[in-house]
Structure formats: C-alpha cells, structure tokens
C-alpha cells in the first residue's frame, strides 16, 4: 500500500499517545505527510511541541511548518473537530471517562472511508460508539504495554474489529506492519476483549490493592516486614507498589467502565469468604480440598511454569547480589533498565539497596543489572 496518509492523534500531549506520536515519526513516517496532535491546553500543546522540536529525530518544529527530511508535517491544536476533518487516520488516546464524549463530539465530522481507532483498554463501549457510522473503517485497538517500551517487538497488541473489517485491505496493512515490528498481534470481539481482560488485568489490580488495604488497616509496618523478607514475599510488595504509584484515577476508569468486571468482583469475594470460613472453622480437610481442586483447573502445567519463573527471578536477584559480594574492589559493570545506559568502575562497597563506587557516586541496584566486567565481551 502506498497511499500516504495524514495521521490525527487526539488528545497525544500525555502517555500513550505521545509515545504513540514519536513512534508513528520514528517507524512509520514513510507512510504520512502530515501529523496532528491535539491537546487540552495550549501551554500543555506548547511544552510538547518544544520537546519534539528538540528531538532531532523526530523533525518537527514548535509551529508545525517544518516539513524535515522526512516530508512530513506535525501540527499541534486543541481544537479536535478542526483536527479530524481531513485526517486519513483518526486515534482517540483519551482518558476512558472521557473517550465516549470525545468520539460523540467528533466521529460525525470525520470524513468517509477514513481510518477511526482507539487504544481505550476497554473496547465494549468505545467500538459501539465509532461504529455509528458504517462509511468508516472502525479498528479498535488495545496496546497491552504503558509509554516506557523502547519499541513494540514481544509486546502484545489486541485488535477487535468486526468480522467484515478483517478483511479490508487498511486492517490487513495494520495487521501486517505490526507483525513485521515482532509484535504479538491478537484478534477477539470487543466483548470477549472486555471478559478476558476483566481476569486477566483487573483482578490482578484488585488483588493488589486488596492488600495493600488490608496492611493499611492492620497498621502492618512495611519496613519491618522487609527484614523477614523471602524473594516471593519481595515480589509481590514491589508489584503492589508499582500499582499504587501509579495514576489511581485510570485504575478506577478500569474497573468501572468495564461491563464484565462485577461478576469478577462477586466471585473474588466469594473465593476469599470461602477461604476464610476454612480458616476461622479450622476444617483443614475443606481448605487443602479447595486447595488442590484450583491447582486442578489450572493444570500442572502452569504450575510448574510458574515455580520455573519465580525461581528464574529468584535467581537473577541472587546472581546480582553475589556478583556484588564477588567483586569489592574489582571494576564492574552497571546497566541502567531504563535507559540502557552503561557505567563501568571499581565497586567499593554495597550496602541497604545501594551500590557505592570508588569514584564516589552511588546507585541505587535495583535500577541497575550488574555485571563482572571481566565477563563483558
């Protein structure tokens, strides 16, 4: 396919969809001439557009007039209807409360045959609303990765369109550029999206924050825990922390805007009333029954899966430690997991999560894979 497009991210000045707006510069310019991305604010719109301007890269410019070595013009609004109506490729990158007012109040000024998609992570409400009109190509899509990845190969993309888009020739084009970038592409109905993802994301949200409640109402002290710390019980607080650090507002939208999650709730609380009955009665023969029925279902399989991939995490948590003890006065190697960048010198000591260099700077270790430099071809 070689028709350029003019691409309209709304709403692309925060996560996603600003990461999503780089990335459509860095891999897919060869397939636009023009970029519109919306905001709520024109000093939001204008900070962004003075940092993709500093960003050589990305060829843009604060006014949107540079066209760059790349032919492709960026534009930067907040005027949404205005931004929709000559784009070829229309994506909602709008918080889930607001997605449905956004496409309502759009969706009828977008031209016909134009490419309309979304990456809402709940896709019941947001497909019904873009398929109002049968003379676009409706693609909703669920990118199950936040705006911190390098790229997209190993990442998992969902798409729920309906049968008849599969077979158009701009779904297949999608389909095909994502599968080229080592993406793992995913295909189910927007209801089935939604019931999977109730389970498979939100129960695990609820999970975490039913925790870190209950440790909250026990008055349970953290810091003293972590001295009878084992790596499962690390684990898991650092994953219910990594939750609570995040935007609480977009959890809430998560579990209140999907229809199926109710029944995932209901059960949840059952389960642990369940549990709880075992315990407070003492029947011992009910509790390892119920035990080993759930160990049933989930199959042997996962479960020695699971015990091979903890104990690979353990693993590499241990290594690191022993390199550390290893090599007190040997240069090592340091590799940031964010940036990926390297530092290398003499280790002088490590000591309560941090590493201390001869050189005087210190680094935290978690933020750092460890090497022995002698092993570093």
């Not at 709520?40 to 604060?62: G, I, Y």
């Amino acid at each position: 396919m070689k028709k350029i497009y003019k691409i309209t991210i709304l709403w692309g000045t925060d996560g996603f969809g600003k990461w999503l707006a780089e990335y459509i510069l860095e891999h897919f310019s060869r397939y636009i001439s023009e970029l519109t991305i919306t905001g709520r604010n024109e000093k939001k719109l204008e900070q962004v557009a003075m940092e993709f301007h500093t960003k050589p890269h990305l060829n843009s410019s604060p006014q949107g007039e540079n066209e760059g070595t790349r032919n492709c013009k960026i534009i930067f609004t907040t005027d949404n209807i205005e931004a929709v109506q000559n784009a070829d490729i229309v994506i909602y990158s709008v918080p889930i409360s607001k997605t449905q007012q956004v496409i309502e109040e759009t969706l009828p000024y977008i031209k016909t045959s134009a490419i309309v998609s979304d990456v809402t992570s709940i896709k019941g409400f947001s497909s019904r609303a873009m398929s109002v009109r049968d003379d676009i190509i409706v693609i909703p899509t669920h990118p199950m990765f936040g705006p911190y990845i390098q790229g997209i190969a190993g990442q998992v993309i969902v798409l729920t369109p309906e049968i008849y888009i599969k077979t158009s020739k701009e779904y297949l084009f999608l389909r095909n550029f994502l599968l080229q970038e080592k993406a793992k592409v995913v295909e189910v109905s927007s209801q089935e999206h939604d019931r999977i993802i109730a389970v498979v994301q939100w129960l695990t949200h609820l999970n975490m924050f039913v925790i870190w409640e209950t440790m909250k109402r026990l008055n349970f002290h953290i810091g003293e825990s972590l001295n009878f710390v084992s790596p499962i019980y690390k684990l898991m607080i650092s994953s219910v922390g990594r939750y609570l650090g995040q935007n609480p507002e977009l959890y809430a939208d998560i579990q209140m805007y999907n229809e199926e999650v109710i029944e995932v709730h209901e059960a949840f609380l059952e389960t642990a009333k369940n549990f709880h009955t075992s315990v407070s009665m003492k029947d011992k023969k009910k509790f390892i029954a119920d035990v080993e029925e759930a160990r049933g279902f989930i199959w042997k399989k996962y479960c020695d899966e699971g015990q091979v991939y903890t104990d690979k995490l353990i693993y590499m948590l241990s290594r690191q430690q022993e390199i550390l003890k290893n090599n007190i006065w040997n240069k090592i190697e340091l590799q940031n997991i964010y940036s990926w960048e390297k530092i290398n010198w003499v280790l002088e000591k490590h000591d309560n999560g941090k590493i201390f260099l001869k050189s005087g700077e210190i680094y935290t270790i978690d933020e750092y894979e460890v090497r022995e430099k002698w092993n570093i071809f």
